[in-house]
């Protein structure tokens, strides 16, 4: 996806009288020292990044929350009302058990809310639902700052200059997009930061063998505890990246070996106590929902139970809003009813049918990802409209295509392994929002926008320095004519 060693936008300065030659020398030369320190192991620029990206979310949603329902729901309801959510009742009463026989979604977005309500001990039920949720909107607030963070040291990467990296981050941070999916309270921002991370650190191994296998490993975790779409099979998918990437061996190992590890032990207690190796038991609902299946007076399957589970996160019927408890137990069943009705399907309907439904997925893929719900602090952007133009339908593929295609030109041709190792990762990302949901298409799309975004504002780049010195080329050369005349 990207070329090695790219240096997107680099202009040369423009060099005025001696003195002032020397002055900007010597400010670059201290700049370079000062943001090439490091705090904690981590550059002082990012930190620097992370902390201002996190104050310009913080500012926004504070102006904006005068709109915002109860002054913290910007999209109008609550985390308590996410199907894959667990009840603060049973998180705050029994936060290991309740995690363990979690499984309607991977851990760590309700992880996050166990940890969050401990440090509320009201009796006062709504008001401590009140008080996560707004908790809670910080947290993503935190996420969006690594991610602008993360978005800025990739550019510096590219050798984008220290300034426009930093107009560039900015321009990531006011995207409708961003701020959208900053004030939603599920976990769709904190997955495109670990999606990110991961194109980035397999970017890095790939150009010179920077990259850290470690670090991967990390963010391949961290994704398979937050969200459903990656599952084992994307271990698969990353370890052919590495192979396309020609790590060596010792390094494939390891990556294998802890990666495979844990996500296979999970999936054995996954198997063993929901008699799935998923992640999320809401494949059925998923599944029949991507083509449209029609399963109304469908009968739930039962199971035989290898064990009596009484964990209250299984047994409750409804949450403390009301809401309809889906990891209820008897969810299970109602979802293997789901599995057989969407294998009924996929047997009697037309491919051209299937294709059909599919296709009508991918046109919501390519919808404007902040208009996934309405939002008191997007809808009132003025630059949305713009944006949201812009970043969706057929531009967005005219963008990525013609990007990609100047990425893999300007790469030399034995490095095309390096082009489709950086795009087995996106393509998994695709292939399962397209094929494994509807209607939410567009917010998955999401989990890939930063890295899109890197891509397309560095070939941009490029393309405006290449025509900057063909420019000048140009010019010389009908200077030269003319004084030959």
């Known amino acids: 996806m990207f070329p090695q060693r790219a240096r997107c936008g680099r202009l040369r300065p423009v060099v005025g009288t001696d003195s002032s030659a020397r002055i900007i020398r010597a400010a670059k030369q201290w700049t370079g020292r000062w943001t090439r320190r490091r705090i904690a192991g981590l550059p002082i620029r990012s930190l620097i990044v992370f902390v201002l990206s996190f104050g ?215 198997a063993y106590l929901f008699g799935t190796v998923s992640t999320s038991t809401f494949q059925g609902t998923n599944l029949t929902r991507s083509i449209g299946a029609d399963c109304k007076g469908m009968e739930p399957v039962a199971a035989v139970p290898r064990l009596r589970l009484t964990a209250p996160v299984l047994t409750e019927r409804r949450k403390l809003d009301g809401t309809e408890n889906f990891n209820h137990l008897d969810r299970l069943n109602i979802e293997r009813g789901l599995m057989a009705c969407f294998r009924n399907n996929l047997v009697h309907r037309s491919t051209a049918s299937l294709l059909s439904g599919y296709s009508q997925n991918f046109d919501v893929f390519l919808q404007p990802s902040s208009r996934y719900e309405r939002n008191a602090l997007v809808d009132r952007l003025p630059w949305r409209g713009p944006a949201d133009w812009i970043f969706s339908g057929w531009r967005l593929e005219l963008l990525v295509l013609c990007a990609c295609g100047l990425g893999i030109w300007q790469t030399r041709r034995h490095r095309a392994r390096f082009a489709l190792a950086m795009a087995l990762p996106v393509i998994y990302v695709l292939a399962v929002s397209v094929v494994g949901e509807s209607p939410d298409n567009m917010r998955f799309k999401f989990f890939l926008e930063p890295s899109l975004y890197v891509l397309v504002t560095c070939q941009v780049l490029r393309a405006l320095r290449s025509a900057i010195v063909a420019g000048k080329a140009l010019a010389i050369r009908g200077s030269q004519r003319q004084l030959a005349m």
Not at 262 to 269: D, E, H, P, Q, W
């Open 56 to 270: 310009v979310i913080e500012i926004f949603e504070a102006y904006f929350r005068q709109y915002a329902s109860r002054g913290v729901y910007f999209q109008g309801w609550s985390s308590e009302k996410i199907m894959q959510s667990v009840s603060l009742r049973e998180l705050r009463a029994a936060p290991l058990e309740s995690l363990w026989y979690l499984h309607v979604q991977p851990p760590v977005t309700n992880l996050i809310r166990a940890v969050i309500v401990a440090f509320h001990r009201e009796a006062d039920w709504i008001k401590v639902m009140l008080e996560v949720d707004r908790d809670l909107n910080h947290a993503w607030a935190l996420a969006g700052g690594a991610l602008a963070a993360l978005i800025d040291a990739w550019l510096r990467r590219l050798r984008v200059p220290g300034a426009l990296a930093a107009l560039l981050t900015l321009g990531w941070l006011l995207y409708p997009a961003n701020l959208a999916f900053a004030t939603l309270l599920d976990g769709t921002l904190l997955s495109s930061l670990l999606t990110t991370w991961i194109v980035y650190e397999t970017w890095k191994i790939g150009r010179a063998d920077v990259g850290s296998i470690g670090r991967l490993s990390a963010a391949v975790l961290l994704a398979f505890f937050t969200r459903s779409i990656y599952q084992w099979p994307f271990v698969l998918v990353m370890l052919a990246s590495l192979v396309l990437m020609r790590v060596s061996l010792r390094r494939l190992l390891v990556f294998g070996l802890v990666v495979g590890l844990t996500v296979g032990l999970y999936s054995i207690k996954q």
